[in-house]
């Protein structure tokens, strides 16, 4: 029951923040230089007058203003996020098309990011003081202050023009008409580079949390304990050091999903990876507003998603801990 | 004079000074070095670097003078890095302390707006607000504000909360001082040393979100940027390398020596918490 109760109120918490994002949405449009059914056209210049009529009807932009909240909310309430003129599809469909992708990148990244960085971070610690320490944590450093859309530029250069080893640009070989495994295998190659330039900032972050977290353990009462009773040092490590420093490492992972996914805007515009990401960019350049506030609420909508889960397996897996709920 | 030893003995944070000392005088005399706009075209497109002593660096596409490019950006990144995070300040540290100091209800509702913030992913939420507002050096400046402010108010509300029944405060509210007179004189002045470390490190967060936004088109049209630069060259990686990779160094450089200053300068404040660390 009480597990229950803490679902629901982590669940409604969640409703109610992708509510304020489409009342913010809602004002962003009306914050636009300009006639909000020309925002909502997106177009800049000349619109047609017959649509622009039918969008001032629509979204009743000639009543009241809490009167055109009402309609905008009810429309993203039924998930009705708007319509690209531009594209001539409606912006739910256009999203939908490229979640998958997205997800794809974002997983991986996430994935290879918590791996590395809590193994060198582990293992930085270990050696603490040592030269091995010393060139993990000077990466770290390294990769912490470098640009993501600059390393994914390089990498791009390196791996995949010059030295040919991966393919620079897309999701998978166009026209090649691959199945089963070898598709997979063409798409993870494709994969590659962009999921690996995305994680590399977050492996140093969560290298240094990793690193900073088990000198901090190392130092706990239990473990003195361990010694004490002449446990040998591996076991002490790997048992009570790092088991207990990995939390704090992955409930930050957790709440770091959402750049995550703003830094899948830069690496899928690098290397053309068709997901929502590309697609706000190529919103950006169109000035498609609907498909920017559109990508800009699934994104958090994702990131709400992530924090949920993350919660419920976290309060399942450990039952010490209790979130406040 | 204790903390300036201490900083000293610090390796990587002096490392880190000298760079950001060194960008930043470039940032001052950049325009006598360079008094041409740096957008204006001056050589042959393509330059290679180091084959001619008027471009060191080499030129763009246009023929623009790159080292003249990065002297300028020098002066928007620490600009847009500094007068941002004064923004995130000015949003983060009233509202920590007003949550941290009142407690109770007024705590709960300004936290659970700070969480708001922190849940919806920042850097697409700057995008928005540059993409809506229109780029300039005020929309930019006010969208990183927007989204780096949360993590400001939850330091300064944890050390208001802790500093709030210290004796001190407690015989300020007793010889009857107002409530905004004790958060101003009492208790913000000792959390000043967490928030300059907060500070310096949220400049370099800064450059680097100003820099992803003028990659990404987002810039300030009337200003040359590293982000810009990195972007514009975007197109012609293969045969003109150079034109991604100088600005790239430029900010990273930057952005790393803010990051050693500011450890540093965490270490020499809190020297009980790095000795700790080690």
Redesign the interface.
């Known amino acids: 029951m009480h597990f229950v109760r803490f679902a629901g109120s982590r669940l409604v918490k969640g409703v109610i923040?992708l509510f304020?994002?489409a009342v913010l949405n809602f004002f962003?449009?009306r914050?636009?230089?300009g006639d909000p059914a020309m925002v909502l056209a997106g177009q800049a210049g000349e619109a047609d007058a017959v649509l622009l009529a039918q969008l001032r009807e629509r979204f009743g932009l000639d009543q009241p203003l809490l009167y055109q909240l009402w309609i905008y909310l009810k429309g993203y309430a039924t998930l009705d996020l708007g319509f690209s003129y531009r594209q001539e599809q409606p912006v739910l469909t256009l999203i939908l098309d490229r979640l998958p992708a997205t997800l794809i990148l974002t997983g991986a990244a996430f994935i290879i990011s918590l791996v590395l960085g809590v193994l060198l971070g582990a293992l930085a610690a270990r050696r603490?003081?040592r030269w091995s320490d010393s060139l993990i944590t000077t990466i770290a450093?390294?990769f912490?202050?470098?640009?993501?859309?600059?390393v994914a530029?390089?990498s791009?250069?390196v791996f995949a023009?010059k030295l040919g080893w991966l393919p620079n640009v897309g999701y998978e070989t166009i026209g090649a008409g691959y199945t089963g495994l070898s598709r997979v295998g063409d798409v993870a190659q494709h994969l590659a580079l962009p999921a690996i330039t995305l994680g590399l900032f977050f492996t140093a972050l969560y290298a240094r949390m990793m690193r900073?977290s088990m000198?901090?353990v190392a130092?706990a009462d239990f473990v003195k304990t361990a010694r004490a009773k002449g446990l040998p040092p591996s076991i002490i490590t790997r048992r009570h050091i790092a088991r207990n420093a990995i939390l704090p490492v992955v409930t930050l992972a957790g709440?770091q999903a959402?750049?995550l996914?703003?830094?899948a805007?830069?690496t899928e515009?690098?290397f053309a990876w068709p997901g929502i990401g590309r697609l706000?960019?190529d919103a950006?350049?169109q000035?498609d507003?609907s498909v920017?506030?559109g990508?800009?609420f699934v994104?958090?909508a994702m990131?709400?998603a992530f924090?949920l889960i993350t919660d419920i397996v976290y309060r399942v897996a450990d039952p010490r801990i209790e979130v406040a709920a | 004079m204790n903390f300036l030893k201490r900083f000293i003995r610090n390796r990587g944070a002096v490392i880190g000074l000298v760079i950001l000392l060194a960008v930043m005088i470039f940032a001052v005399i950049g325009p006598t070095l360079f008094p041409q706009s740096p957008w204006r075209m001056v050589g042959r497109p393509f330059t290679a670097p180091f084959t001619m002593d008027r471009f060191p660096l080499g030129t763009d596409m246009l023929g623009r003078d790159i080292a003249a490019g990065l002297v300028h950006g020098a002066r928007v990144s620490l600009l847009i890095g500094v007068i941002s995070t004064i923004v995130a300040l000015l949003i983060g540290v009233p509202l920590g302390a007003v949550a941290g100091y009142a407690g109770g209800f007024f705590d709960d509702v300004l936290m659970r707006f700070t969480e708001f913030f922190q849940t919806i992913p920042s850097f697409a939420l700057a995008i928005v607000l540059v993409a809506v507002l229109q780029p300039s050096l005020a929309s930019i400046v006010i969208a990183i504000g927007v989204v780096s402010w949360p993590p400001v108010a939850r330091l300064v509300r944890g050390e208001v909360l802790s500093l709030r029944s210290r004796e001190y405060v407690q015989a300020a509210v007793t010889i009857g001082q107002s409530t905004p007179r004790i958060i101003f004189s009492q208790v913000l002045p000792n959390t000043i040393a967490p928030i300059i470390v907060m500070g310096s490190l949220m400049v370099a967060s800064a450059i680097l979100l100003e820099s992803s936004l003028s990659f990404l088109g987002l810039g300030d049209p009337n200003l040359m940027s590293w982000g810009y630069m990195v972007g514009a060259g975007r197109t012609r990686l293969l045969d003109a390398w150079w034109i991604s990779f100088f600005p790239g160094i430029a900010i990273f450089l930057t952005v790393l020596a803010l990051n050693l200053t500011g450890e540093g300068l965490n270490d020499a404040l809190n020297p009980r918490l790095a000795r700790g660390r080690k």
Do not use: D, K
């Open positions: 923040v304020a994002i962003l449009i914050a636009a230089p603490a003081g450093l390294i912490y202050a470098t640009p993501l859309f600059w530029l390089m791009q250069i023009l900073a000198l901090e130092g709440l959402g750049q996914v703003g830094g805007v830069l515009t690098v706000m960019f950006l350049i000035r507003y920017l506030l990508v800009f994104s958090s990131v709400v924090n």
